[in-house]
Every structure is written in structure tokens, then in C-alpha cells.
């Protein structure tokens, strides 16, 4: 089935450690897109990418690293720096020049 | 940049009655409008959208208005049923700017059997 595959579903980290949050999609979408959501807010945008080898800072960049080596993966690292890390992650992705956007089924990181 | 407003953050209806929920926004540029609903521990899904140059759409029990004068738009549910108990999401960016989507805080809707 085509779709948007996020793992782990649920991540525990300990304070200063990183992790990383892996997001693939099998739709040939060009961009993708990270955004997390806290209780009570509408979803704040972390990282985008609208082409391979290329990637831009959202509204909420600090903490957050990314990568984007090939067209079906962005994986989205949670650094030490993210002062309050915990929350649930959306990945997404659209095809170029069109506005909709497919979510992945999230990934709750919880720094214990 | 873009700031959307949606009210109200709770709703609860009886099944069968109909439920609104409303969204302002601010910037003038936006002429996308999508509503995404979000079940528990799922990622957003996108139920229906509207663009500036249309005033009305309708899917099935769902419809969107806009009213790009005013600055506002809401999603209509009718007949609801327990399957629509979830959050709303409303959400405004200008056309092809998907890094510019900014959304609402949502709304949780209840529907009491």
C-alpha cells in the first residue's frame, strides 16, 4: 500500500541523549515536510524539504536536524538542544506545486 | 506571517444534529483552506478544502464555507454520527506554499450517542 511509514511509533530518551525519527514514503512525493504537535496546539512546522540534497528551516528549527539523501526518506533528529522535546511528531509529504499534504500516523517521543 | 484562529476548542453535539466549527485568518494572501481530522494517535487526515475563488463545496455530510471578505471560514458536519468524534484541524496558506500551511489549535468534537 502506498503511504507514509513512520517508526518508532513510541520512544522513550533520556535527557542529552539524540534520536532520531524516521519517516518513508512510497507515494513519489517531492516534498516532505516535519512538524511536531503539543497538546492543545495546531501542529507547528520543524523542517521541509521540497528536493533531494535540499532542506529549509520551519518555524520551530532549534533542537531539530534533518537529512534528505534520497527522494523517499527524511529522518529527523531530536538533538540534546531541543529544550523540551517531548511531543508528538508528524511527518508529511506532497507532490510538487500542489497543496495537499499526507500525514504519516505520528511518533510520540517521550524524554524521561 | 499568517495567524488562524479556531473556535470553539470543544464541541459536543447529539448524534444526528449538526456541528460548526469556525476559523478567522489573517492574511490577506491566503487563498487555500483545508480541514484536516486527526483520530486519537493518528496523523491528520484531509477531509475537504476550499480555494478563494469559491465561496461554497460540499462533500456528502461535509461542507466548507468561505467568506474571503470577512477573513473566515467554517467546516459544516451534518446528520453526525459517532465515527465523526475526533479533532479538527482548519488550516490557510497561500496557493502551492505548503511551508506556509499554518493551522488552528483544533477542536475536539464529541458526539453523544
Known amino acids: 500500500d502506498g503511504g507514509i511509514t513512520q517508526s518508532p511509533k513510541y520512544l522513550f530518551r533520556k535527557e542529552g541523549q539524540n534520536v532520531t525519527l524516521s519517516c518513508e514514503q512510497n507515494l513519489n512525493h517531492d516534498a516532505m515536510y516535519w512538524y511536531r504537535q503539543d497538546p492543545g496546539q495546531g501542529l507547528r512546522l520543524i523542517y521541509y524539504s521540497q528536493i533531494v540534497n535540499d532542506f529549509q528551516k520551519g518555524d520551530i528549527a532549534e533542537g531539530y536536524s534533518v537529512s534528505r539523501e534520497k527522494k523517499e526518506s527524511f529522518p529527523l533528529t531530536v538533538t540534546s538542544a531541543q529544550k523540551n522535546p517531548t511531543a508528538f511528531y508528524l511527518c508529511?509529504?506532497?507532490?510538487?506545486?500542489?497543496?495537499?499534504?499526507?500525514f504519516g500516523e505520528g511518533s510520540w517521543l517521550t524524554v524521561v | 506571517g499568517e495567524n488562524v484562529e479556531q473556535h470553539p476548542s470543544t464541541l459536543s453535539v447529539q448524534e444526528g444534529d449538526s456541528a460548526v466549527i469556525k476559523c478567522t485568518y489573517s492574511?490577506?494572501?491566503?487563498?487555500?483552506f483545508p480541514w484536516y481530522k486527526q483520530e486519537l494517535g493518528k496523523g491528520p487526515q484531509l477531509i475537504i478544502d476550499?480555494?478563494?475563488?469559491?465561496g461554497e463545496k460540499k462533500d456528502q455530510r461535509i461542507a466548507v464555507t468561505l467568506n474571503k471578505t470577512a477573513k473566515h471560514f467554517s467546516l459544516h458536519i451534518t446528520e453526525t454520527q459517532p465515527e465523526d468524534s475526533a479533532v479538527y484541524f482548519c488550516a490557510a496558506s497561500p496557493n502551492f506554499g505548503n511551508e506556509k500551511l499554518t493551522f488552528g489549535t483544533g477542536t475536539r468534537l464529541t458526539i453523544i450517542p
Open positions: 476550499i480555494r478563494s475563488n469559491v
Open positions: 508529511a509529504s506532497s507532490r510538487a506545486n500542489t497543496n495537499t499534504i499526507y
Open positions: 492574511d490577506s494572501a491566503s487563498n487555500y
